[in-house]
């Protein structure tokens, strides 16, 4: 048997293990679907901005408050989970994760004044979602491929976007017809129901099947299992990062990554089109389709950051969002024209295409650190996604329309285009 077949049927350091499908597969399929179960939440906030409004007379800052606190959250225990799911396996931080999305969801009906709905949308989602942030997608990569793992990042990546694609419509339609509660039980619900398949069907790591992860060569032996606290290594792998200059490059890019998908578009685009006079659920409709071409933009980043250098990748990605988000205030109207289809299929390409050539950086610049590097740079992501969503919020306010955050947003994916082509080819040294 060659070295390859061996690979790729799990034989070699654990033994023989002659299947037709690696158990990475499945592994990987049952972490999409969890993607899209947690990714409910995801596309929710957007479409009930507005009913909130009309029903309790909430300003859109306090409204995008507690969509800050879920961003912020989102982002800042990511790295904690990447240490978690070193110290516990990966399947016992993903059904607690869903399990608290669900129930956040669950209570958030309850809410009659802006503080319930930080806790339940901002902590307690927000705290669910970042266990199983994109964080999530590096460590499986990592955990249980050796080849291809830059297309596996870009497919578990485009479960966040199955996951608007496949709710957004519908919870707008509920919304329109039942009201905003019934639309965030759904959510509930679909969160709650993948659990039982995270529990049967997800498996830590390899040697747990005694298998090796997938393409690994016949010498590959399992990285020790780390067996100290988990907080603590998360924040000392912080400490030794944060001395390296190229990390806060790839901190600022996917900071304005953040900024620029999850707190602009992803939580104003609909109220901004509605200020033209457009339709909630066609706008609704037209982020779905934005998620539609972000599968086919991310997985497509995954295969080309096996074969292309990410700095390049990254600069061409931030750069024509550069260009998308100058236009996009001349393109809103009370009707959906060919430019803005044009504009959400190109945006809906580069929507997270970004993730696969910074979670391959991040490896090649930090090695085995590399998912818990990878969560802070993410962290920096929904740090960004916080601000963008509380001063798009604030400027709409103040000014009765959107366009200074769009053109902000727009310079501001200059800066991240510069940034990225600049970023070391240099491997770095081990930072542990």
Known sequence: MTSRETAETGTGASGPRSR???????????????????AGFRAAPSALMLPLEGEFGWSRTEISVSVTVNLLLYGLTAPFAAALMNRFGLRAITSGALALVSAGA?????????????????????????????????????????????????????????????FLPLIAGLVESYGWRPA??????????VVPLVLVFLRNRPED??????????????????????????????GRAAKVRTFWALVAGFAICGATTNGLVGTHFIPSAHDHGMGETTAAGLLAVVGIFDVVGTIASGWLTDRVNPRILLAVYYAGRGVGLLVLPFLLSATVQPPIIV???????????TVPPTV???????????????????????????????????????????????????ALCVVAAVVSVSITRR????IS
Not at 134 to 157: E, M
Not at 343 to 353: M, N, P, S
């Open 106 to 166: 669950a209570l958030s009906i309850f809410a009659t004044a802006p503080w319930m709905l930080v806790l339940t949308w901002g902590v307690l989602i927000g705290l669910g979602t970042g266990s199983m942030a994109l964080v999530f997608a590096a460590t499986v990569a990592d955990t249980w491929f050796i080849k291809s793992r830059g297309l596996v990042v870009g497919i578990l990546t485009a479960g966040g976007a199955t996951g608007q694609l496949v």
């Open 427 to 430: 491997p770095l040294a081990p």
């Open 184 to 193: 965030t039980l759904l959510v509930a619900a679909c969160a709650l129901a």
């Open 209 to 238: 099947l005694q298998v090796t992860p997938f393409g690994a060569p016949e010498n590959w032996r399992p990285a020790p299992r780390s067996s100290g606290n988990a907080a603590r290594l998360a924040l000392s792998t912080l």
């Open 343 to 353: 504009f959400v299929v190109i945006y809906g390409l580069d929507w997270v295409a």
């Open 20 to 38: 037709r499908i690696h158990p990475a597969w499945i592994v990987a399929l049952v972490a999409f679907l969890a993607l899209v179960g947690a």
């Open 360 to 410: 391959a950086l991040c490896r090649e610049l930090f090695g085995a650190d590399g998912p818990i590097v990878f969560g802070w740079v993410f962290a920096s992501h929904q740090i960004g996604a916080a601000v963008a969503a509380t001063v798009a919020g604030f400027i709409r306010d103040s000014t009765g329309e959107y366009t200074i955050a769009w053109f902000g947003a727009a």
